[in-house]
């Protein structure tokens, strides 16, 4: 029998989608008690993960924010999540939580230290997207520093990851945390290690200061299908999220399944998790009406707004009845949506731009009536390999079309399995321990440095 598909919903915190919609609470996103409603509605459903995406970038164009991405909203505003997450933690048992650190931005210890923080907070259900970060150009010059170029800073994200996966995993020994009062004792000093990395781009000598959490390392996700991103995918990656139409989507999880194996992984270890946007109603008409709604929210000029933030490229200033040049495909901002739009068949600019309008990053919709829109899921499920969806907010800028007519569909087929224990996020995605899996490198750093005595 096949697996269960594994089901996580996408948030950021900020506005999502059709926040111009009446019936749409996404501008609600600085309310806490908005988050903690939608946590508790997501646990109850059966879902098994909430993710916020991040990053600090936002569409820059002639050197400055355009008024299109203020005054339409796009990619702008955005809030931190990791400030949201222990509170949702504290109002759900088994929800998995999944948020976005940047490993251009933030620096290898940083990040070994809040993830480690959340996965007590969380009792083991957190989970690490790990991203080079989209809107390259905004951020960089947000920080005051170059843009580092794209394939450099997946190199850079490579060797973060083995230094972060260094501190979670090499750092205390099963057993270092002893905690005895009556003999003065905290930690055990033969069984914490000091760590040394001296990578092509950090050093680093020293202690994660934090005990091991119940899953130790986060649950490590990726995002980002450019070809060092799949790469990066395949040596690190315990969940994948992507986002395409069909046939490209089967290629990237063919390739990111093909390259774990010569990295020495289960390719089926690698939850390849498709991002899904479902416009479902009682009806077929009624979803067709409220695609429409949806679509005619957005303007050709967020389109492009939205497409500069993606790919540093703006396409109002391009010829819209030619294809994109191929140079695009060198951009130094993110590649995965200027590769999907090149090669034979490629689209116009103004085709491109009418792709944005009408579904932005994330391939076509499944609309209609439930039964119609699992069998679509179900259909791409098989043609892809996939294993899973990562659900788009709907009109309501939360789930509750998914969650109330979707979710119960999915269970009455059998095609997802709601747990009732609560349980490690890992776990929840299949793994049959808390701990990264014996073949994954982070497990080569168990015990592996010095002890302090
Ligand atoms: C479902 C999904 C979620 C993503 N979430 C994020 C995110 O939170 N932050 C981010 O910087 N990039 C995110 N990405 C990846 C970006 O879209 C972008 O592709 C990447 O950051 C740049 O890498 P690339 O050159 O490999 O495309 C996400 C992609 C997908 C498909």
Redesign the pocket.
Known sequence: MASPWKIGL?Q?IGLMGSWKLPENTATDFLDLDHWLTMARRCEEAGVDFL?????Y?YPVVDDAIPATALRGGIQFPKGDPTAVLPALAAVTERLGLVT?L?TTVEKPPMVARKMATLDHMTKGRIGW?I??????NASARLFGVPMTE?DK??EIAADHVDLSLKLWEGCWDEGGLVQDREAGVYADPAKVREIEHHGPHFDAKGVLTVPPGPQRTPVLFQ????????DLAARYAEAV????EVPALKEQIADIRRRAAAHGRDPRSIRC???GTFVVAETDAAAQELRARQVATKTLDDAAASYAF?TGLDLSRMDPDKPLDPSAGL?Q???????RFLGPNAPTVREILEEFQRNS??GTPYVGDVAHVVDEAARVIAETDADGF?VQPDHTGTFDSFLDLVMPELVARGLVSPQSEPMTLRERLGAPSPHLAPEHPGAAYRSAATALV
């Open positions: 996408f950021c993710f916020f995406a991040d990053d970038g976005t940047s997207n991203v080079t970060g989209a809107g390259q794209h800073r997946y995002a980002g299908a450019s070809a060092p991103g799949r999220f992507l986002a395409a998790l498709i991002a993606f951009t901002t993110g590649r995965t949506n200027v590769e990053v994330m990562l």
